[in-house]
């Protein structure tokens, strides 16, 4: 339930409202606009009389939100959130563009991708170093050394990087890392998703491969409710009966996230498709539906990459695309980060 206050609500008078709300079992998270208070509502609200509150003389209109996820609700936050990640802000009018290798395989491969993905116009860094791989037998990832190749490429470049997590135990090698990616397959690992909202640093968090956009939505409040706001939501592909592509693209999640939360919403048309050509095409129409940013993998040499080869654009191929690219972004009235 959300209750939006009259202008210039008495203070006296919020707080009578906020303690009688308090006897009825249900907590209200207050939000302060400029010139409107609104007060979130959580909790059993399913017993009280939305009329008792809407007579409350302070009380501008009272609605009922059906949806299970309040913090990461836009009803309860009507402006975008914006995330300043080392003065690179996402979630406003700037459009990121996130790139590197699916994997940190040296320290020579990282530092050439991130020369060359910094000139063709990306703002952070990707590049994974503890990797999620369907087979035990296949590259893993450098692990810690990967974050220290990060690191190196942070420094030399001035970008921030963006690695994945895969567990708790794993969280104080994350110290210098500026985003903190919870992949598609550690979407409902709830209790990373607790220990992440412990933190206050922005996560990036992915969507599974079989889940619904209320689930992740859900998984957002899972690190909102534990105190940290900065969450970004990443598009990547959900598994259907399509054999063509890795992954189908479900582009309508982008304008449906913007509509449904303030979050920023980031496309990986890289796993979301598995094939490089596919890369541009999609990256367009993320644009063009309001997407936020971009992850997007880019490989020194895709055919002798450990991970995700097929889908991974040449420092050429990424140099060519963002050419397109920067004009869509003008076009829609935001400028590249
Ligand atoms: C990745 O970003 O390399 C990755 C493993 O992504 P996802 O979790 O979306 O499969
Ligand atoms: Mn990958």
Same mark, same amino acid.
């Given at each position: 339930m959300v209750v939006i206050l009259k202008e210039h609500a008495e203070e006296k008078k919020v707080d009578q409202l906020l303690g009688w709300l308090e006897l009825m079992g249900v907590k209200a998270s207050i939000i302060k606009g400029s010139h409107t208070t609104i007060l979130g509502l959580v909790g %059993?609200?399913?017993? =009280?009389?939305i009329d008792s509150i809407r007579a409350v003389d302070i009380v501008e209109n009272v609605t009922r939100v059906q949806?299970?996820?309040?913090? *990461?609700?836009r009803k309860f936050h009507p402006d975008n959130t914006v995330i300043d990640i080392n003065g690179r802000k996402l979630g406003g009018d700037e459009f990121h563009v996130i790139s590197g290798p699916c994997s940190v395989e040296s320290e020579a491969q990282i530092l050439e991708v991130a020369r060359r993905v910094k000139a063709a116009g990306a703002t952070m860094l990707r590049g994974g170093a503890f990797k999620p791989r369907t087979s035990p037998y296949a590259f893993q990832g450098l692990r810690a050394e990967g974050i220290e190749y990060l690191l190196e490429a942070k420094k030399e470049t001035g970008m921030p990087i963006v690695t994945e997590i895969m567990? =708790? *135990?794993? #969280? %104080? #090698?994350?110290? %210098?890392?500026?985003v903190i990616q919870v992949g598609a397959r550690n979407m409902q690992n709830f209790e990373l998703l607790k220990e992440l909202g412990k933190s206050k640093k922005p996560i990036l968090l992915k969507r599974g491969l079989a889940n619904t956009l209320e689930e992740l939505l859900m998984s957002a409040e899972y690190i909102m409710a534990g105190g940290n706001p900065n969450v970004i939501l990443c598009e990547r592909g959900i598994r259907t009966f399509e054999t063509f592509t890795r992954n189908t693209l479900d582009i309508s999640a982008v304008p449906i996230l913007k509509q449904k939360s303030h979050l920023p919403v980031v496309v990986d048309p890289s796993h979301a498709t598995g094939i490089t050509w596919l890369v541009e095409p999609l990256s367009k129409a993320a644009v063009v539906c309001g997407a936020d940013g971009l992850i997007i993998e880019v490989h020194n040499n895709p055919a002798k990459a450990l991970s995700d080869g097929p889908q991974s654009l040449t420092p050429d191929q990424f140099d060519e695309m963002m050419v397109p690219l920067r004009n869509l972004v003008a076009y829609t009235g935001r400028k590249m980060g």
């Open positions: %059993d609200t399913s017993k =009280i009389d949806e299970p996820y309040k913090n *990461a609700n567990s =708790i *135990a794993h #969280l %104080d #090698l994350f110290n %210098d890392v500026d």
